[in-house]
């Protein structure tokens, strides 16, 4: 079982909507990040917080806010999506800060499924 | 330019066979290797990781890496049919990002 808690599992939301996805982990994981996947498509980098600083913004539109309000939680500020924003939210950790070094082993939780209308 | 490349697939192998899936990466200076099984409808789960050379075995999987010839592989031996889905190789780029292959799907026929 992943020690990497999303919720909501499933999400609908209109296009003026404001939601948010939480995510949540105590493994001690200094790093966390939010993936966004397409069907048959792999898992594309969003953010990287590293020690609860935004380290990495890999130019996600605004409509997508990130935010970490301590180690053990992520959650992703949605408003104003479009439908092609509907996939699947993967929240993940690793231990270290994010780092191509040995040791950095990235644990995905179960995903938010998101579908705007 | 893509830094790490899987073939999609699908492979397909009997009940019990061995079940090789092969990756190719760009980036020379690249330390660590993953592979993550995801089913359908669910998320990415860790298989194995590797950051040697040579063979790394638990259980039934087996990775392999060869740094000279920059491939990593999985070997699934006694492949059951519970093990269909699709596999992602994954690799620390230069840039400190984890890249990931578009994925081989894998089924195995019961």
């Known amino acids: 079982d992943t020690e990497v808690t999303q919720t909501p599992k499933h999400l609908v939301m209109g296009m003026t909507n404001k939601k948010s996805l939480k995510c949540e982990q105590h493994?001690?994981?200094?790093?966390m990040y939010w993936y966004k996947q397409k069907a048959k498509k792999p898992p594309e980098l969003m953010f990287v917080y590293s020690y609860e600083k935004l380290s990495i913004n890999e130019s996600v539109p605004s409509r997508f806010s990130p935010e970490c309000p301590n180690s053990s939680l992520l959650n992703l500020h949605l408003h104003a999506l479009q439908p092609e924003d509907s996939a699947l939210y993967l929240c993940a950790s690793s231990q270290g800060s994010h780092s191509k070094d040995y040791g950095n082993t990235i644990y995905f939780g179960e995903g938010s499924w998101l579908t705007v209308v | 330019q893509k830094e790490v490349e899987q073939n999609s697939g699908p492979l397909s192998v009997p009940e019990g066979a061995i079940a090789s899936l092969n990756c190719t990466y760009s980036?020379?200076?690249?330390?660590?290797f993953f592979w993550y099984r995801q089913y359908s409808g669910k998320s990415p789960e860790l298989i194995m990781f590797?950051?040697?050379?040579g063979d790394k075995e638990d259980g039934r999987f087996t990775a392999q890496l060869n740094k000279a010839s920059q491939y990593v592989s999985l070997l699934i031996r006694d492949s059951q049919p519970s093990d269909s889905a699709t596999y992602l190789c994954a690799v620390y780029g230069s840039q400190g990002n984890l890249i990931f292959g578009k994925g081989t799907k894998l089924s195995v026929k019961p």
């Open positions: 980036d020379r200076g690249s330390q660590s």
């Open positions: 493994m001690g994981h200094r790093a």
């Open positions: 590797i950051y040697s050379n």
